[in-house]
């Protein structure tokens, strides 16, 4: 008897093996099926979307005449925009203009948001940027990071802007976001809800979701498509980012500042943004988006997160960013009774020759 329940012993761990592994190919098959209705749900989420963007130009510009398309405006700007700085907020202007100032709004929409593409979608994009005559002008938006379009052998680059942010703040919204959603989608489950934890707590704990590294976002997204851009605390991803920002972007607001940024816009970029400033400070404020249940960090949990070298590293960029913004502002707005407006040109051509009769 005892040797035949020991020779049943192997049958009976063999059994177990083999309902174990049935059950994970049920639990794979379960989480198929998840992700699959997900899909199904963010492509429903979309379509429900451009019928509001189509209500809502209807409604902004139904009934007024529409300016002349202009001839050969090739314009392109693409809006690589940091998750959780008041990017939402802003396109939504985008979409309730462009009904009335004549231009394509388009969203680029990455599989899980990986900010990062492949090298054929990068080329892809590139090539769908620069040839497609049909969508110019155009403005691009979606979590991207920046691309340099002159190294695929295309002529023309688009004009580049973007939206920083303090990255504790962006960082806290985040944590929220993914925990409570906003009062945007307010009835969209979110990945992290039911965790109750607060920014704080996590911090405290040590926990993931909070940790250092995940204050590494603005400057990757500014850096590029380089492995180094995504090593968190790399000097040299800082710089690039920096020298980026300078050379290859028309403008880089910051959220604290979203109005000024928007004027300027608006007076550089008229063709794009005529009428943004008025839109944004309508008293209905529709286009605005705010995180739910945002509570803000101690000054313990906000001196614990300035301890880290990517905290450090992450601050210098937007502290650069916040100081290069400023400048380009001091040379194109002024206060005058409390309020901002656009300076004039202040430039003119003279002595040219030859004459013309």
């Given at each position: 008897?005892?040797?035949?329940?020991?020779?049943?012993?192997?049958?009976?761990?063999?059994?177990?093996?083999?309902?174990f592994g049935v059950?994970?190919?049920?639990?794979?098959?379960?989480?198929?099926?998840?992700?699959?209705?997900?899909?199904?749900?963010?492509?429903?989420?979309?379509?429900?979307?451009?019928?509001?963007?189509?209500?809502?130009?209807?409604?902004?510009?139904?009934?007024?005449?529409?300016?002349?398309?202009?001839?050969?405006?090739?314009?392109?700007?693409?809006?690589?925009?940091?998750?959780?700085?008041?990017?939402?907020?802003?396109?939504?202007?985008?979409?309730?203009?462009?009904?009335?100032?004549?231009?394509?709004?388009?969203?680029?929409?990455?599989?899980?948001?990986?900010?990062?593409?492949?090298?054929?979608?990068?080329?892809?994009?590139?090539?769908?940027?620069?040839?497609?005559?049909?969508?110019?002008?155009?403005?691009?938006?979606?979590?991207?990071?920046?691309?340099?379009?002159?190294?695929?052998?295309?002529?023309?680059?688009?004009?580049?802007?973007?939206?920083?942010?303090?990255?504790?703040?962006?960082?806290?919204?985040?944590?929220?976001?993914?925990?409570?959603?906003?009062?945007?989608?307010?009835?969209?489950?979110?990945?992290?809800?039911?965790?109750?934890?607060?920014?704080?707590?996590?911090?405290?704990?040590?926990?993931?979701?909070?940790?250092p590294e995940k204050?590494?976002?603005?400057?990757?997204?500014?850096?590029?498509?380089?492995?180094?851009?995504?090593?968190?605390?790399?000097?040299?991803?800082?710089?690039?980012?920096?020298?980026?920002?300078?050379?290859?972007?028309?403008?880089?607001?910051?959220?604290?500042?979203?109005?000024?940024?928007?004027?300027?816009?608006?007076?550089?970029?008229?063709?794009?943004?005529?009428?943004?400033?008025?839109?944004?400070?309508?008293?209905?404020?529709?286009?605005?988006?705010?995180?739910?249940?945002?509570?803000?960090?101690?000054?313990?949990?906000?001196?614990?997160?300035?301890?880290?070298?990517?905290?450090?590293?992450?601050?210098?960029?937007?502290?650069?960013?916040?100081?290069?913004?400023?400048?380009?502002?001091?040379?194109?707005?002024?206060?005058?009774?409390?309020?901002?407006?656009?300076?004039?040109?202040?430039?003119?051509?003279?002595?040219?020759?030859?004459?013309?009769?």
């Amino acid at each position: 008897m005892g040797i035949l329940r020991i020779m049943m012993l192997p049958k009976i761990q063999l059994l177990a093996v083999l309902a174990f592994g049935v059950a994970m190919l049920l639990i794979e098959n379960q989480i198929q099926k998840l992700d699959e209705s997900r899909a199904k749900l963010e492509r429903t989420i979309a379509r429900h979307e451009v019928a509001e963007v189509e209500q809502r130009h209807s409604e902004y510009g139904g009934g007024r005449e529409l300016p002349p398309i202009v001839e050969n405006d090739d314009t392109v700007i693409i809006y690589n925009r940091v998750p959780k700085t008041a990017s939402t907020s802003f396109t939504n202007i985008a979409y309730d203009l462009c009904g009335k100032n004549r231009f394509h709004v388009l969203h680029i929409n990455t599989t899980k948001n990986n900010p990062v593409m492949s090298l054929q979608d990068q080329v892809r994009f590139v090539r769908n940027v620069t040839s497609w005559r049909e969508m110019k002008p155009g403005f691009y938006h979606g979590h991207v990071a920046y691309l340099d379009f002159s190294k695929y052998g295309v002529k023309g680059k688009p004009l580049y802007i973007n939206v920083v942010r303090d990255p504790i703040e962006r960082l806290v919204s985040y944590y929220y976001f993914l925990r409570f959603g906003d009062d945007y989608r307010p009835g969209l489950r979110r990945r992290k809800q039911g965790d109750k934890k607060t920014f704080d707590e996590c911090v405290s704990s040590g926990g993931s979701d909070c940790a250092p590294e995940k204050l590494w976002l603005q400057i990757p997204f500014f850096c590029g498509h380089h492995s180094e851009c995504w090593n968190a605390g790399s000097r040299w991803a800082l710089e690039q980012a920096k020298y980026n920002l300078v050379n290859e972007y028309l403008l880089v607001g910051v959220t604290e500042e979203l109005e000024d940024f928007i004027m300027i816009l608006e007076a550089a970029l008229p063709r794009f943004f005529k009428g943004a400033t008025d839109l944004y400070r309508s008293g209905k404020k529709s286009h605005l988006r705010k995180t739910t249940e945002k509570k803000p960090p101690t000054k313990e949990t906000i001196a614990k997160l300035q301890q880290s070298n990517i905290w450090k590293i992450e601050n210098e960029f937007y502290e650069f960013a916040l100081e290069q913004f400023q400048f380009v502002r001091a040379h194109a707005v002024r206060e005058k009774d409390g309020e901002l407006f656009v300076l004039a040109q202040s430039f003119f051509y003279e002595k040219i020759y030859p004459k013309v009769n």
